[in-house]
């Protein structure tokens, strides 16, 4: 029989997601371009971004039973996402996936994903510098 591994399985399911999103958002918290962005009690955020890279890796679709259909770039209109801040994120990431152990192939697919969804949510440019 044909075998079919999803992303999540392959990285460790809902343990390394979990890692994941646990090592993410104090980097988040931490940088000074996305700080402003995000609210001090960040532990409802960190729910919903579990929830969101579980159906994302495709695990079971957490967030669409909650929240329904997740709608990224219009949930995060509100919220001045230029390209510097979309890389800043991104960053963050990287640094997450070190830190949660998550490696190989499986990081690549995952990480050039995240990239795409990323630029997808910029919705202002660069301030222009003073
Ligand atoms: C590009 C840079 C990004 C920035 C600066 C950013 C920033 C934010 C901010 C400020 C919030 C709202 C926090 C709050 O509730 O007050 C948020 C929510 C969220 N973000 Fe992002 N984000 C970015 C990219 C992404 C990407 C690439 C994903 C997914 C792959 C993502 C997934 C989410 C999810 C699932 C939520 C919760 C949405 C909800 O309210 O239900 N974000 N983000």
Request: proline share 10%; charged share 20%; aromatic share 10%.
């Amino acid at each position: 029989m044909h075998e079919m591994t999803t992303l999540y399985e392959k990285i460790g399911g809902a343990e390394k997601v979990r890692q994941l999103v646990e090592a993410f958002y104090p980097k988040v918290q931490a940088h000074p371009l996305l700080k402003p962005l995000f609210p001090e009690q960040i532990r409802p955020v960190m729910e919903k971004q579990y929830m969101f890279l579980t159906q994302f890796l495709g695990g079971p679709p957490l967030y669409t039973e909650k929240y329904g259909h997740p709608m990224l770039r219009a949930r995060h209109l509100p919220f001045p996402i230029t390209p510097s801040r979309a890389n800043a994120w991104l960053e963050c990431m990287d640094q997450a996936m070190d830190e949660a152990g998550i490696t190989g192939q499986e990081r690549e697919e995952f990480f050039s994903r995240l990239v795409i969804a990323a630029h997808h949510m910029i919705n202002q440019p660069e301030p222009a510098s003073e």
